[in-house]
């Protein structure tokens, strides 16, 4: 074997390593861009996921917000009827404490009428026995 022919072998063998070091690199680079497409889309299809749960979530906060907004209308509503109810009770209370009080001075009223009453009652008995007394003591005296 001459130096020529180790030559031409070397560099047969070169080409050939060359070769196939080039499909090498060249499925490396489609094996690469394989799994950077599926790797994507795995990501893609989690951050889809993501982006859907987090448009449901602030959709769910919205219908949130409104009945919270909605509960304390109502809420309101509910103080402001008890207030007044409450108020309409106190006014009750008072109505009554008053009727008391008239009832109390009219029952002062009526013993005082009755008590003058009695009294004119006995003053005039008196006098109508005094009177009936100097009748009696005084014969001449005509009525």
Not at 42 to 63: C, G, P, T, Y
Not at 78 to 83: D, E
């Amino acid at each position: 074997m001459s130096l020529r022919d180790c030559l031409a072998e070397h560099q047969a063998a070169k080409a050939t390593l060359r070769d196939k070091l080039d499909r090498v690199r060249i499925e490396g680079e489609q094996h690469a861009t394989k799994f950077s497409e599926v790797a994507l889309n795995v990501l893609n299809a989690d951050v889809a996921n993501v982006w859907r749960n987090q448009h449901k979530i602030e959709s769910k906060l919205k219908e949130i917000q409104s009945e919270a907004k909605k509960f304390t209308k109502q809420t309101t509503t509910w103080v402001n009827t008890y207030q007044a109810f409450n108020n309409v009770l106190k006014e009750v209370g008072d109505v009554e404490n008053w009727l008391a009080t008239i009832e109390l001075d009219m029952q002062v009223v009526s013993d005082s009428l009755i008590a003058v009453s009695e009294a004119n009652r006995l003053q005039q008995e008196k006098e109508a026995r005094e009177a009936a007394d100097d009748g009696v003591r005084h014969p001449m005296v005509v009525s």
